[in-house]
C-alpha cells in the first residue's frame, strides 16, 4: 500500500525499477488473495460449526486448522509469483521507463480473478445458505437439549459477525473485480481508467482495515 500511494501520489511514475515492479504487482495479489480466501475458510468454519456444534471441536483441531490456514497461503502464493514468468512472457512490448502497469492479458485475469473472488464468492454463498437452513432446523429441535442450544446460540452469533463481514467483504471488493474482468475485455470502455483503478483498488484493501472493526463491534470474545 506504501507504494502503490507514492505512485498515485507521483502521477503513475514509478522510480523502483521493473524487478521491484513485479515483485510488488506479485504481493498485490497474494496478500489480497490470502485475504480473501481466509474469509472464504472462515465461512466454511462456521458452517461446520453451526451444522454439528458439539462434534465440531473434536473435529477442528489445530492441525486441521493449521492445514486449512497453509493452504490459503499455498494458493495464494501459486498465483501470485509464479505469474511473474506469465507476465513476461505474454508481454509485447517492453514496460516504459518509470512505469509500472499491471499486466492486461486476458487469460490471467480470468484465471486469477475467478480464484482469487468469484470462486470464494461461491463459497461463502453457498455455505451461508446452508447455515441459514441449519439455523432453521436446529432452533426448531428439542428444547430439553440446553447445552446443544447454547453452544448452537455461540455459533450462531458467529455466523451473524461473519455475515457482515462477507457484506462488507462484497460492497468492497465486487467494483474491484468487475473492473479488472473489464480491463481486459474492453480498457476502452472505462472512462477516466487510472482514477477508476485508483479507487476500486484501494476500496478492496480498506476491506481489511475494516475487518477488525466489525468484529471488535460485534464479537464480545475479540473484544476481551
Known amino acids: 500500500m506504501p507504494f502503490s500511494a507514492l505512485y498515485e501520489v507521483l502521477g503513475h511514475t514509478w522510480f523502483f525499477g521493473a524487478e521491484w515492479?513485479?515483485?510488488w504487482r506479485s504481493l498485490d495479489v497474494l496478500f489480497s488473495t490470502a485475504s480473501i480466501l481466509n474469509l472464504c475458510v472462515i465461512s466454511l468454519d462456521r458452517y461446520w460449526a453451526i451444522t454439528d456444534p458439539i462434534a465440531y471441536p473434536m473435529r477442528m483441531t489445530k492441525v486441521k486448522s493449521a492445514i486449512l490456514i497453509a493452504g490459503v497461503w499455498v494458493c495464494s502464493s501459486a498465483i501470485s509469483f509464479p505469474a511473474i514468468a506469465w507476465w513476461r512472457a505474454v508481454r509485447t512490448s517492453p514496460?516504459?521507463?518509470f512505469k509500472c502497469p499491471f499486466t492486461e492479458h486476458l487469460g490471467y485475469l480470468i484465471f486469477s480473478s475467478t480464484i482469487s473472488f468469484y470462486l470464494p464468492l461461491?463459497?461463502?454463498l453457498?455455505?451461508?445458505f446452508r447455515i441459514y437452513r441449519a439455523a432453521v432446523a436446529?432452533?426448531?429441535k428439542n428444547f430439553s437439549l440446553s447445552r446443544k442450544l447454547a453452544k448452537f446460540a455461540k455459533e450462531k452469533k458467529a455466523a451473524?459477525?461473519?455475515g457482515i463481514v462477507m457484506g462488507v467483504f462484497v460492497i468492497c471488493w465486487l467494483p474491484f473485480f468487475v473492473?479488472?474482468?473489464l480491463s481486459g475485455f474492453c480498457i476502452q470502455c472505462i472512462s477516466n481508467e487510472k482514477i477508476v483503478l485508483a479507487v476500486v483498488t484501494w476500496l478492496g484493501w480498506i476491506n481489511s482495515s475494516m475487518n477488525p472493526?466489525?468484529?471488535a463491534c460485534w464479537s464480545r470474545d475479540f473484544r476481551r
Open 179 to 181: 473492473v479488472n474482468l
Open 122 to 124: 461461491f463459497v461463502m
Open 213 to 215: 472493526v466489525i468484529y
Open 95 to 97: 514496460i516504459p521507463a
Open 126 to 128: 453457498f455455505t451461508y
Open 138 to 140: 436446529q432452533t426448531s
Open 21 to 23: 515492479c513485479d515483485v
Open 160 to 162: 451473524k459477525t461473519l
